[in-house]
């Protein structure tokens, strides 16, 4: 069975938001991101990776002002095959996304996740390696 393993949160201030997430609900801080898509704190409350964003484009054409959660990613056995059944059931590839040439290098997966729109234009991702700070064994996705 595939795993939600990421929440990405739409913030104006991520760090200021990351700090009151820690603060109320004791979760690491993993590490800090800036690149051409979006800056913010990335944590992990021992479970999933939870990714405090702010984005600098409008993925969601709710305008740059959105605040919330923004898209959730799933750990899944077979990416190909997930990736198919993606398409057959009506989502589209979402890959308007920019990226600094040098990111797959200081990235922590060998290759970012396959990005979606699905039913109602929901964002998620699908991935076949685990989010930094989320159980990494492949029985989590069984």
Not at 4 to 30: M, R, Y
Not at 54 to 69: H, S
Request: one cysteine or more; charged letters at 30%.
């Amino acid at each position: 069975m595939a795993r939600i393993q990421h929440l990405a949160i739409s913030s104006q201030d991520p760090e200021k938001q990351a700090d009151f997430l820690k603060k109320v609900f004791g979760w690491e801080e993993i590490r800090r991101l800036d690149n051409p898509r979006a800056r913010g704190v990335v944590l992990t409350d021992g479970a999933i990776n939870i990714s405090v964003l702010y984005f600098k484009q409008d993925q969601l054409d709710r305008g740059m002002d959105f605040t919330g959660p923004h898209h959730f990613g799933v750990y899944v056995d077979d990416l190909e095959s997930t990736a198919n059944r993606c398409l057959q059931n009506g989502a589209v590839p979402y890959s308007e996304l920019p990226e600094d040439p040098g990111e797959k290098a200081k990235n922590y997966r060998s290759k970012r996740s396959d990005k979606f729109k699905g039913f109602e234009q929901c964002l998620f991702d699908i991935a076949d390696e685990p989010w930094i700070g989320a159980a990494a064994t492949k029985q989590a996705a069984k």
